[in-house]
């Protein structure tokens, strides 16, 4: 059976917006490597409307000169749960509208990798809330951001989460996966 599993970003106060503006100092080749592991695990992705929407106005129009991993964001089969998103200009994408329990479900049932999620911190929630998410790798790095969304804004409900495995990198950052408790 296929895992869905998400992985972020995160500081130490639980921002996980605009990685971008903090993550880089901390990106050596230890965690490149933990990411690169997680791609490779995974031959579909899977994304919230608001995180579609920002990958789709980049990576289309990214070569492999220009970003390693165009070919790989491009290729790769894409499904976006949404029941707002009216356009869908990303090649190899799906949209799930209605029935979201039920249709990754399915997804999770036929044979294949892991589908990954980066991101969609929204999505997350809920796939915790409905028992779909199989594992959380958090890369939390060692900065404070200060303001930013975070992956469990105040009044989230309560999940259990069981640490299946930890590493530390040269970095500071912690690689911590985590599966629900049972």
Same mark, same amino acid.
């Given at each position: 059976m296929r895992k869905i599993v998400a992985a972020f970003f995160v500081s130490l106060d639980g921002v996980v917006e605009?990685?971008?503006d903090w993550h880089f100092p901390y990106f050596n080749?230890?965690?490149?490597?933990a990411v690169g592991s997680q791609a490779a695990g995974a031959d579909?992705?899977?994304?919230? *409307? *608001?995180t579609y929407e920002e990958f789709a106005a980049y990576w289309p129009h990214q070569t492999t000169a220009e970003d390693p991993l165009?070919? &790989?964001?491009?290729?790769?089969p894409k499904i976006v749960v949404s029941s707002t998103l009216? !356009?869908?200009d990303w090649q190899n994408t799906t949209v799930i *509208?209605?029935?979201?329990v039920e249709?990754?479900? !399915?997804? !999770? &049932?036929?044979?294949? !990798?892991n589908i990954s999620i980066s991101g969609s911190a929204t999505l997350v929630r809920s796939l915790l809330r409905d028992n779909l998410l199989d594992e959380l790798l958090l890369l939390v790095h060692p900065i404070v951001v200060g303001r930013g969304k975070r992956l469990f804004p105040d009044g989230t409900d309560q999940q259990p989460l069981k640490l299946v495995d930890s590493k530390t990198f040269s970095t500071g950052v912690l690689s911590l996966t985590y599966e629900p408790a049972a």
């Open positions: 605009a990685p971008q080749e230890e965690l490149g490597e579909t992705m899977l994304l919230g *409307r *608001r165009a070919d &790989q964001m491009n290729n790769t009216d !356009k869908l *509208r209605d029935n979201v249709e990754l479900t !399915k997804l !999770k &049932q036929q044979p294949g !990798k």
